[in-house]
Structures are given as C-alpha cells and as structure tokens.
C-alpha cells in the first residue's frame, strides 16, 4: 500500500508515492537542489497510482536519469542485485536530514549523533554505542581496541569480511595473527571448528588466541544462536574475547533466528551496518561496554575517522533503523521471500545452489550450468539488470518491483540454460 506525501522541492509542493510504512507528510521542509527528482514526481495529483507506478518504473531505466531518492516503486536499486549496499534514502531519510543538529561530534556534543549511539546501545543491550562510517571501520576498531597486548590472534571463518574484503586491516591495523577457519559443515562455524584451531595452552610457539570474531550473516547464511553461544562459553572459559561482525545481523533477526539482544548478549563488540538492507546512505555503529567504546573512540580519532559535523547522516540512519527495523520489519523479510522466489526459478529449471537461502542473498552455481560470470554479468545486462555474478542479492527497495524483476530473471535463466545445451 502507498500514500501520497508532500514535500518542498526548490521551493515548490512536491508530492511522491510512498510506501505506508513512511510517515504520511502533509508539510515537510525543503528537499535540497541536488536531490534530482524524476518529472512523473512532479506530475499532477490526479494521476492515478497505476500509471504513476508504471511512469516511475519507466524513468528508472531511462539512461542517464539519476534519483537520489526510493519512492516506492522505482529508484536506482529497483533492478540491481549486486548488493544491498545499492538501497537508496527514502523521503522520511531525507526529511529527517532537514531538521538534525550539525555539532561536533569529536567533542561528544552533537544530540542526533548521540542520540542515534543510544537507541542502537538500547536495542541491542550494550552500554554503549560508536558511530562509524562504514562497517570496515567498526570492525577494526572493534579488534584494536580488544586486543591489548602481542602476542595475539583473531580466529574467524576465512570467508569472513574482515579476512576477505577489509584490505588485511587486521593484520597492518593490529599486527595480530590471522587463523581463517574453513567450517566444517560447509555454512557456519561450529564448536568443533573453533576448539580445533583455537590457540588455548601456554605453548610459546604458539600465538594465543585473544579475539574470535563471528560475521552473521555471513554470505547471507545465519549462525545459529544455539551454536554461537557454545562458542561464546568456550571463549569465556579460555579468556577470549568475542567480537560479532553482524553487518547484515538485522537479517538473521527478522528471520526468526533470535532477537538482537540475544545475539549480541554473547559478544564483547557488535558492528551493525546501516547502509545495506536498512536503506540509510552511509555509515554503522560500534556497539559494547562504555570503557571499550571510550577506547575505540580514541582509535577511531587517531585512524582519521573523527566526524565534525555527522548529523545528517545520523539522522538517516536512525530513521533506517526505525522505519525498517524497528517499526516495518515486513520490508526485510519482503527481501527474504523475494530470495526465495530466485532460488525456486532456478532450481525449478534445473538450476544448483553454492548455499542455501537463509534471508537475502541467493548464490546460483554457475559452474553448474556452464556458465561463466562475465557472461552471466553481460546477459543481465541485456535484460536490464545489474548483476557482479551469481550473488544475488535481494533487498526491500528492490522487493517492492519484484514481478518485473523475476520476469527479467526467468528470460535471463532461460537463455543461461539454453547456452549451456549448446555444444
């Protein structure tokens, strides 16, 4: 269901489709000049929701049109699944940017960055929270500021972020040892996996493990609560310190794998990424004790990452939070479903998986089908879709136009399976 809401565009009333989980706007301040917005926005109020959502979709794919703003039905990630990172403000974002407070953040004394720390410290049970730019940053701070004394080791699943994609930050940020885990059953570390790698005794040759870090999700699979905690206990037992990468750990609660309390209940830090599914543009938030972010505070100065004025964008994010965590988690679990919906096309056609869907993320095997991922980019391409291989991921902005992107999925796969028939 959507609504019509008004807002300010360069002086003039400017109403947009939005969906109902956004605040109905009779009167909203001003949207800033350089948020471009589609001319179908601008069009009379007497066009009906059909024609607007079909006019909206149109523009979307109109070369050169660039649209700050989701609207509901169409917006620059309305045909992109390469990530969730590509989910766009909506309207209540950038309203909330027209009335925070712009003070210095460094010197503690800006209330809508503070006040964003808090309400992410009390959802998730922590003391304390630490705005960050990017998840990359609150993870290395995150681990810097548990690991005290060298030597020292961080054990995490070798597929991990921090492993894979932070540019060997741990390493060059910590000089702390490395040991990546391969997990046993193929989806999540274990127990079994942990205890095995995990450097425990006083051995001299050996760098005691001083950190294991977890990410959930991880390549959209959920770590069970149940297996996390055996870990958890098994770190507390041997002196470790936990740290949770959960970027995407919103996903893993909406899917009913265990609330956000619990989850973050066993670890010492949490990251939590807004900019993915949530739809904020920028930025996550250190969550722990009130001394470990006091410390990752001062490292998050000495690494550049000290904001002066960080309002807008904290405003953004608590509105994400909010208006997709918090009040509307049916827009994630939209994301899920969709997910789903991938995965039963491509098997239904005799497609393989590299995982099974857990939340937001569907991986087709492409080596399966004969397919390489150059070509599987370029034959999305044709179809109008934005693809980096056989990652699909799904997301709320992306859910809300599902029926044309499923269509342009079904002729996509069917021309995959065609070629690979071919000699």
Request: net charge neutral; aromatic share 6%.
């Amino acid at each position: 269901m959507h609504h019509q809401s008004t807002y300010r565009f360069r002086g003039r009333p400017l109403r947009l489709l939005v969906p109902s989980c956004v605040p109905h706007h009779r009167v909203a301040p001003e949207i800033s000049p350089w948020h471009r917005v589609p001319a179908v926005a601008r069009g009379s109020s007497s066009s009906s929701s059909s024609s607007s959502s079909t006019a909206m979709r149109r523009t979307t794919e109109t070369q050169g049109e660039m649209r700050s703003a989701w609207i509901g039905v169409a917006g620059p990630g309305s045909l992109d699944l390469r990530s969730d990172v590509v989910t766009t403000p909506t309207p209540a974002m950038l309203a909330a940017v027209q009335s925070c407070s712009l003070l210095d953040d460094v010197f503690c004394e800006d209330p809508t960055t503070a006040g964003l720390e808090a309400h992410v410290a009390a959802l998730t049970g922590k003391e304390a929270g630490l705005f960050v730019l990017s998840g990359t940053m609150g993870n290395q701070l995150a681990l810097r500021s548990l690991l005290v004394q060298p030597p020292y080791g961080v054990l995490c699943d070798q597929r991990s972020h921090i492993v894979q994609y932070e540019a060997g930050g741990v390493s060059s940020l910590t000089g702390a040892s490395v040991v990546a885990v391969v997990a046993g059953n193929g989806t999540h570390l274990t127990l079994q996996d942990v205890s095995a790698h995990a450097a425990v005794d006083d051995d001299v040759h050996t760098c005691p493990t001083r950190v294991i870090s977890l990410e959930n999700t991880l390549n959209g699979l959920i770590m069970p609560l149940s297996e996390m905690r055996l870990i958890a206990g098994f770190a507390k037992q041997h002196g470790i310190r936990m740290h949770c990468d959960g970027a995407r750990l919103w996903e893993a609660v909406v899917a009913g794998a265990g609330t956000l309390t619990e989850f973050c209940s066993l670890f010492d830090t949490v990251n939590l990424c807004f900019s993915k599914g949530l739809g904020a543009p920028v930025g996550s938030v250190l969550v722990g004790s009130r001394e470990t972010v006091k410390h990752a505070r001062w490292v998050r100065k000495s690494l550049g990452g000290g904001l002066r004025q960080p309002g807008f964008v904290a405003a953004a994010a608590r509105v994400a939070v909010d208006e997709t965590f918090v009040k509307t988690p049916d827009l994630l679990r939209a994301s899920h479903d969709m997910a789903k919906r991938v995965e039963a096309l491509w098997t239904g056609m005799g497609g393989s998986l590299v995982y099974p869907v857990h939340t937001n993320m569907c991986w087709l095997d492409l080596d399966a089908a004969r397919c390489s991922q150059r070509r599987f980019i370029e034959m999305g391409a044709d179809a109008g879709l934005k693809l980096s291989g056989g990652r699909l991921v799904t997301h709320y902005q992306i859910a809300q136009n599902a029926d044309d992107v499923l269509a342009r999925l079904r002729r996509l796969f069917e021309k995959v399976f065609s070629e690979s028939q071919q000699p």
